[in-house]
């Protein structure tokens, strides 16, 4: 295991079309997938504003532009507001349960639902099993699914890491016809209470970025301390 920071090595991708802006090139920088990973090590790459797809470590790298900011919240000063709080009562009813997989028919499914009703426009479209399992699986035993279940309906999936200062939300997908319940926000506050309850500092919510609307809806949960300029600040 690498001993310090220092030591890894990583790699940059050639530039390709960003997934969230029009008109802009994308760079990435991984962490090389030879280096042993574990969760010291992961924990202190999110610290740094890395992130996770699969067992790929990376983090945005691009010339021209630093759109995508790391965001996470600090749970112990969040207070929700008041339709987040209405959101978080009226799914009081709902049965979570965490397993340590999702390879089954009926996760993949959901997600598959998801994906085609709500992302055809995307990089996961179409769904495939392999991507899924390859996105969302990881090899470090600190990830879990947390499953949502409306009476014994599935309606939802929560993919949260477990790091030494408090969860990462890795991805949640859910049933894109039920809008009441808005699935998305609860998500979230659950999260943000279960990183409470774990007695951990923060709940990392991935990238920010202010002008695309599927990821600029983070700034909603206040207080968001984002990375810039290498040090972690309060959102204004």
């Known amino acids: ?56 470590i990376y983090r945005p790298h691009c010339a021209q532009c630093n759109a995508c900011v790391p965001a996470r919240i600090p749970v112990a000063a969040f207070e929700p507001r008041r339709g987040q709080s209405r959101i978080a009562q009226r799914n009081q ?34 769904p495939d099993r392999e991507q899924y399992e390859a996105f969302l ?5 600190c990830t879990r699914y947390f499953r949502f279940y409306d009476k014994g309906r599935l309606i939802a999936v929560a993919v949260v ?24 926000v609860y998500a979230i506050l659950w999260e943000i209470e279960q990183t409470r309850k774990m007695g951990l500092e923060y709940l990392y919510l991935g990238y920010w970025i202010r002008d695309c609307q599927k990821m600029s809806y983070k700034a909603d949960y206040r207080p968001l301390q984002v990375y810039q300029n290498s040090r972690w600040a309060t959102l204004i």
């Open 93 to 126: 009813d709902l049965r979570i349960v965490c397993t340590d997989q999702i390879n089954d028919d009926e996760a993949f499914d959901l997600y598959h639902r998801y994906i085609s009703l709500r992302h055809a426009d995307g990089d996961m479209y179409p």
């Open 1 to 56: 295991m690498t001993s310090s920071l220092r030591d890894l090595k990583v790699y940059t991708t050639y530039p390709h079309s960003c997934s969230y802006l029009e008109n802009q090139e994308a760079t990435t920088l991984f962490v090389d997938p030879r280096q042993p990973v574990d969760q010291k090590l992961y924990s202190k790459l999110s610290v740094l504003g890395f992130r996770r797809s699969g067992n790929h």
């Open 137 to 141: 699986n990881s090899v470090w035993n």
């Open 161 to 184: 890491d477990t790091l030494e200062d408090g969860l990462s939300a890795i991805y949640t997908f859910f049933d894109p016809t039920v809008n009441r319940r808005s699935l998305g």
